[in-house]
């Protein structure tokens, strides 16, 4: 059977090697810098989660601390488990101390690297497992479950408060949906971060936050359980802080 565009493979096989000339370049420029959405992620990872009163999340507050003494290049990590380190606190309580403005990540006193570096490894590690577990979580359901037959059916919901998306996304899938995308709210690529908890307003969409995409993941799990069959879910974070 012929291939239905005719291409040169060739031609395809030349493109595709231009392409990762390009990418290895930018990704060795990449390698060398970071950016705080970048350090955020990274905060996250290490355990840090919640607001302060000013409804900020600490990770934001943890990595302004960093950059405004100057250590956004050597990365919050170094400057967070230094005080983890230093204070004997877990990563929230130091960030709690610094997002009060009781603690400032840069005046606190340098442990020995290779003490540092051994905790660190110990935390990612920590946060790698977890990642691993989550995931086989979801390869056990899909397993389990088993999937709806192609195509799959994929249904948008976006009302901007994520209680009533998941009393549409419930009704879809009982309707035959296989994957729910909730799309994000409207200008939200306009915010340097992503906000924190569940949201009940949003305008031609709901806001994209870790706690909405956890309400939705619960939700779906147990319409699965109960049509036995895996709903996907697709969260639309365009534009957004995309590692966090």
């Given amino acids: 059977m012929r291939d239905k565009l005719v291409l040169d493979k060739s031609l395809i096989d030349k493109a595709r090697a231009a392409a990762q000339s390009i990418a290895q370049d930018v990704q060795a420029l990449i390698d060398e810098h970071t950016t705080v959405a970048v350090e955020r992620t990274i905060v996250r990872l290490l355990g840090v989660d919640g607001v302060d009163a000013d409804e900020a999340p ?33 990563s929230q309580q130091v960030a709690e101390r610094v997002g009060a403005g009781r603690l400032s990540l840069h005046e606190v006193p340098k442990r020995p690297m290779v003490e540092i570096k ?6 990612a590690q920590q946060a790698l497992s977890r990642i691993s577990s989550n995931r086989q979580d979801r390869e056990n359901m899909l397993s389990q479950l088993g999937q709806g037959g192609h195509p799959w059916l994929y249904v948008i919901v976006a009302t901007g408060n994520i209680h009533e998306d998941v009393v549409q996304a419930r009704a879809a899938a009982r309707a035959g949906a296989d ?43 147990e319409v699965s359980v109960e049509l036995n069959r895996y709903i996907r879910l697709v969260n639309y974070c365009s534009g957004l802080c995309m590692p966090e």
């Fill in 118 to 123: 051994t905790k660190l490894d110990e935390l």
């Fill in 179 to 221: 994957i729910i995308a909730v799309i994000r709210t409207t200008g939200q690529s306009l915010l340097d971060y992503v906000p924190y908890g569940a949201t009940t307003e949003g305008f031609g969409g709901t806001y994209a936050t870790q706690e909405n995409f956890r309400i939705m993941r619960r939700a779906l799990d």
């Fill in 58 to 90: 600490l990770a934001n507050r943890v990595v302004e601390d960093v950059a405004r003494g100057g250590g956004l290049s050597r990365g919050a990590a170094y400057f967070l488990v230094n005080a983890m380190l230093e204070t004997g606190l877990s």
